[in-house]
């Protein structure tokens, strides 16, 4: 079911494959970085996505869309459908942070 609908936003967004915060954090320290932290913030996201929903929920916002386009018309799809992940718990949003090592000068 999850990829199910990772694989629809794909097609919507044309994203490429998706991975997780873990799977960054791993290519981050394979690259040498250090200090990484990892943070979810899908708690400070979700005040974002109820906006989005309240503020497209009106005629102008309706009206709008259906003469943006049809590349608009599809993005405004995609949002549904993470928004649908988001409530799912299949979207997360994370934060990493880190320090590039610094590289040991030749004397």
Avoid: Q
Wanted: aromatic content about 12%; proline content about 2%; glycine content about 6%.
């Amino acid at each position: 079911k999850e990829e199910k609908i990772l694989a629809k936003i794909n097609r919507a967004y044309y994203l490429p494959k998706w991975c997780s915060v873990d799977d960054y954090c791993k290519l981050l320290e394979k690259e040498g970085a250090v200090d990484i932290k990892r943070e979810d913030w899908s708690y400070i996201i979700a005040p974002f996505w109820k906006a989005v929903i309240k503020s497209s929920l009106n005629l102008k916002s309706v009206v709008g869309l259906l003469k943006s386009g049809f590349s608009t018309i599809r993005g405004a799809y995609a949002m549904l459908l993470m928004l649908k992940g988001f409530d799912a718990g299949v979207i997360k949003f994370g934060l990493i942070t880190c320090t590039k090592k610094m590289e040991e000068k030749e004397e």
